[in-house]
């Protein structure tokens, strides 16, 4: 196969995967004759992990933060074999003053990254804006999603006036991160780290 190919020409000392099938493939290669040389997944889930990560034939597991390793020891991953390295933020977060505490006379402020379905989006949005005693406002980020989502946020927009603000795509998410209170969105791994850092 190209994999075992590409081992042999190329002779690693260890094999680092990011992804959770790589070390299952590069088992078979070892048992199809291939020289075993140290598998290390590097693994970019934190806390909930897929048992793919967690079942992959490895010799070390790199994870993020001590939930991580925890969880792998409770479902029987050797405690030898997990090592914690962090996950890397930008720096700016650092510099950032996080936003204080939300108390009933400030606003409360949510940061929301939704997905492309776009029933779901007017829902969550109603759900948070309609509370009369209230004072909510929501920074919509729709990335990639713009084209998709844009109508439907800017009826929002339009029908709670002075409480939605839009953005596309953006470089500026530590700022975001640091001037919210809760963030709604997927929770994968650069999420999570980077909601922690805020």
């Not at 070390?60 to 030898?80: A, H, N, P």
């Not at 990639?144 to 953005?167: C, F, H, M, S, T």
């Amino acid at each position: 196969s190209t994999l075992n190919e590409i081992m042999l020409s190329f002779e690693p000392h260890a094999i680092v995967s990011t992804y959770p099938l790589y070390p299952y493939y590069v088992e078979r290669s070892f048992n199809k004759g291939i020289p075993r040389v140290p598998v290390i997944t590097l693994i970019t889930d934190s806390i909930e992990i897929n048992a793919a990560w967690r079942d992959a034939p490895s010799d070390y597991f790199l994870v993020t933060d001590q939930f991580t390793k925890e969880s792998l020891i409770l479902s029987g991953v050797d405690e030898r074999k997990v090592i914690i390295t962090g996950f890397a933020v930008h720096p700016r977060f650092t510099t950032l003053k996080s936003i204080e505490t939300y108390s009933p006379k400030s606003t409360f402020k949510v940061l929301y990254f939704p997905t492309a379905k776009k029933p779901i989006i007017r829902r969550i949005m109603q759900a948070i804006l309609d509370h009369e005693d209230a004072k909510t406002e929501i920074t919509v980020v729709l990335g990639r999603n713009v084209r998709k989502l844009y109508d439907r946020v800017r009826e929002i927009q339009i029908e709670y006036p002075g409480r939605v603000q839009i953005k596309g795509w953006t470089r500026r998410v530590p700022e975001l991160l640091t001037s919210h209170h809760l963030v709604i969105g997927k929770a994968g791994g650069a999420t999570v780290h980077e909601t922690i850092a805020a």
